[in-house]
């Protein structure tokens, strides 16, 4: 009997595999789902979605599924901000309330304007220009998503500082995004 890669455990039961079976034959990867096979980074991204199907993939996780950057080594995913995990070294997951989403390779990941501000954030300037040229979403819709103006968000720049309130430091990002698809574009 074939099953994937990634399984929940309440399907490896289902399809008649005893829990000691499991345990010898497969890995763990996070508590309640496991995989025929030592894990890849792909494989991780599935098992977050089976293990929380709340969870939205999303920062450099998202980036890599929609071909932008190299993978990463970790999986970022948003969840419920009232969560209360304990996520292994390779996850690193944010609470947050989650907006607009899309599916790359049948997995849930934030929308690429959501993306790109999300690695405007954790990335540096150079790589988040890569990633606005590989495949930049329109400058109105990054405006639209940040609901602001980004000349406004130019004037401001100089008061944000890395001990500025979250929401300078988004008026921030939003800038360096805005900044990478004009770049991008011309």
């Known amino acids: 009997m074939l099953t994937p890669r990634v399984s929940s455990l309440s399907d490896l039961l289902a ?17 309640g789902v496991f995989c025929q096979e030592e894990p890849t980074w792909f494989d991780r991204c599935m098992a977050v979605t089976l293990w929380r199907p709340d969870a939205l993939l999303s920062h450099r996780t998202a980036a890599r599924l929609y071909g932008w950057i190299d993978e990463p080594t970790t ?7 009232s969560a209360r995990l ?5 996850l690193t997951l944010r609470g947050r309330t989650q907006g607009a989403c899309d599916e790359v390779l049948g997995l849930p990941v934030t929308t690429r304007e959501q993306t790109l501000i999300d690695c405007a954030v954790v990335l540096t300037a150079d790589a988040t220009y890569t990633s606005a040229k590989s495949s930049p979403p329109t400058a109105g819709a990054v405006t639209r998503r940040v609901s602001g103006d980004p000349s406004a968000a130019a004037r401001s720049l100089p008061s944000c500082s890395a001990s500025s309130s ?7 990002a939003a800038l360096t995004v805005f900044s990478a698809v004009e770049c991008a574009r011309s």
Do not use: N
């Open 166 to 172: 979250p929401f300078s430091q988004t008026r921030r």
């Open 86 to 90: 304990r996520p292994p070294g390779w």
């Open 75 to 81: 999986v970022e995913a948003l969840v419920d901000a």
């Open 15 to 31: 399809a008649g595999m005893s829990a000691t079976t499991i345990r010898r034959r497969f890995h763990r990867i996070l508590p």
